[in-house]
């Protein structure tokens, strides 16, 4: 009698706990595994234990929404077989049907490391007037392979432009060890959440109002780990009326982002806060930068790189990576383009 698969649990539990579409689950590796499988009632309590039972989502759970489907499916999976029932799923359903919903939610993203990054998310994909309180799949493509280069991080001041609710810059501190990292955005709300992650995850900020200093910044210790010791800034940073000098004052080695390129009206805001970087170096060597977008739009898309092409910044696409360490499906309209200033 054949196996079940190996590391099935942990394809559903890292899809799981960073709250993918359901339907991008191994549904079939489970349904094959649940028909030649010896005991199906252990290998759905395994997965059970590595998803809802897991310490990452207890403290920090998914969608109740989210986890009522994911366990509806698997009962549908055990009662499609043979097999006893499996109390702990019943009870596991009767919990989460009891929860109220809740427009805020988490996702939690297993690194190549062991480490995790934990997100607090809006539920919806367009929350107070900003699509920022969420990660999109660029952030995670950007993530992926700064997790392959990491030599392009470390030691060096990371400057990242639109870092949402900050999936991209925390994976990197905790893997890149970077000298200096500046998470910005411009928009309040996506601001306090961003916040609000960077400490979840055992950065500590600087004092709001010393965006632009480069005081060090001790990663507390959390979650039972201690983070690198990268200062982290938090800076609001609006790209049509950000100065030269105030770039100039970052000293920014590595300028990256992540899903900017979606509006076709910010496009000419990003390009000029782009240019001022290019004449904001003094004496220093200009930012390597690097742009990550997922192509929804191939007229937009375009669109940026003929704004890119008339201001004389230079471009080249970085070949992705052939696999997500920490998801396992790869998106194929997500490019990574590599700017000379």
């Not at 992540?258 to 000029?272: K, M, N, Q, R, T």
């Amino acid at each position: 009698m054949a196996e079940p698969l190996p590391g099935l649990a942990l394809l559903f539990q890292r899809r799981f706990l960073a709250a993918r579409p359901l339907r991008s689950l191994p549904w079939p590796e489970l349904e094959q595994s649940l028909s030649t499988a010896p005991d199906s009632a252990a290998l759905l309590g395994d997965i059970l234990g590595k998803t809802i039972l897991h310490p990452l989502c207890v403290k920090y759970p998914p969608s109740a929404k989210y986890r009522r489907c994911f366990l509806t499916e698997l009962i549908k999976k055990l009662e499609s077989t043979a097999a006893e029932p499996l109390d702990e799923l019943y009870e596991a359903l009767a919990a989460v049907l009891k929860e109220e919903e809740s427009p805020h939610c988490y996702k939690n993203y297993i690194l190549p490391t062991g480490d995790s990054v934990s997100l607090g998310e809006s539920t919806a994909l367009i929350s107070g007037g900003t699509t920022g309180l969420v990660t999109w799949e660029a952030a995670l493509a950007l993530a992926q392979w700064a997790l392959h280069n990491p030599s392009v991080f470390r030691d060096r001041t990371i400057l990242e432009l639109g870092s949402g609710v900050g999936f991209t810059g925390i994976a990197i501190c905790k893997s890149c060890q970077p000298r200096t990292f500046i998470f910005s955005d411009c928009h309040p709300r996506v601001l306090r959440q961003l916040g609000e992650n960077i400490r979840l995850n055992g950065l500590t900020p600087e004092p709001d109002g010393t965006w632009s200093s480069q005081t060090q910044s001790q990663g507390q210790e959390g979650e039972g780990e201690k983070c690198q010791n990268t200062n982290v800034i938090v800076a609001e940073l609006d790209w049509s009326s950000v100065t030269e000098k105030q770039l100039l004052g970052l000293r920014a080695d590595v300028v990256i982002a992540a899903d900017v390129v979606y509006d076709p009206e910010i496009i000419s805001a990003l390009v000029g806060m782009l240019q001022k970087l290019s004449t904001s170096r003094a004496d220093r060597k200009a930012p390597e930068v690097f742009i990550a977008s997922t192509i929804r739009n191939p007229d937009t898309y375009q669109l940026f790189q003929a704004e890119l092409d008339k201001s004389g910044i230079k471009w080249q696409t970085i070949p992705a990576q052939s696999s997500c360490d920490f998801l396992y499906d790869v998106q194929p309209d997500v490019t990574i383009l590599q700017l000379f200033l």
